[in-house]
């Protein structure tokens, strides 16, 4: 265990446990997403926290710490805007609020979304050009290097490791495309 588990220790748990409430989580939590080393999740509030494996800067603290409690990312990296929802890939992180697409983490394949393989240790927007038609996104997901996002008209996109993207190729794509 690298801390992915939240309960401030790397033992490995057999059972259920409790990991916090609202005395952690600042308010209620609504959704969380677990990638491979790291889980995620969004408050009522829409305030983000972060625990486990960083070693790819999944987390999105600007750093590569391993972080066994969930770790406060405050709505000020989304310029006050509330995360709605949040996607956990093996070593990123997709995290979507009402100004965009938000990704952190390892930038291999172009799985981060943002034209190229660099990794991103802070939460960095996707710019909306990358989308489109200025699209606005509904939904999204992640897996082991790639992401996918749905649009409010039902559009699909997917960028990172071309095994996985649908396209009908083995092509990478660094930005997202349809």
């Known amino acids: 265990s690298v801390g992915q588990l939240g309960l401030n220790t790397r033992e490995h748990q057999l059972l259920p446990e409790r990991v916090a ?3 952690v989580f ?5 959704m969380v997403a677990a990638g491979c080393h790291h889980a995620v999740g969004v408050t009522s509030e829409g ?4 625990w486990g494996a960083g070693a790819g800067g999944q987390l999105g603290h600007g750093d590569l710490e391993t972080r066994s ?3 406060l990312l405050g709505k000020e990296l989304f310029g006050g ?3 709605v929802m949040v996607a956990c890939g093996s070593f990123h992180t997709l995290v979507l609020t009402a100004g965009g ?5 390892a930038g291999q394949h172009g799985g981060l979304g943002h034209g190229d393989e660099a990794d991103k240790l802070v939460l960095t927007l996707v710019a909306v050009e990358r989308f489109e038609g200025n699209a606005h996104i509904a939904m999204v997901a992640a897996g082991f290097l790639h992401s996918v996002a749905v649009g409010s008209e039902g ?3 997917t960028w990172g490791l071309g095994l996985a993207l649908g396209h009908n190729d083995r ?4 930005v997202p495309t349809l």
């Open 21 to 23: 409430g609202r005395e």
């Open 26 to 30: 600042g308010g209620r939590m609504v």
């Open 47 to 50: 305030t983000l926290l972060s």
């Open 69 to 71: 409690r969930p770790t």
């Open 81 to 83: 805007r509330k995360a």
């Open 101 to 105: 697409l938000w990704t952190c983490g």
């Open 155 to 157: 559009c699909v996109w």
């Open 171 to 174: 092509q990478d794509r660094h």
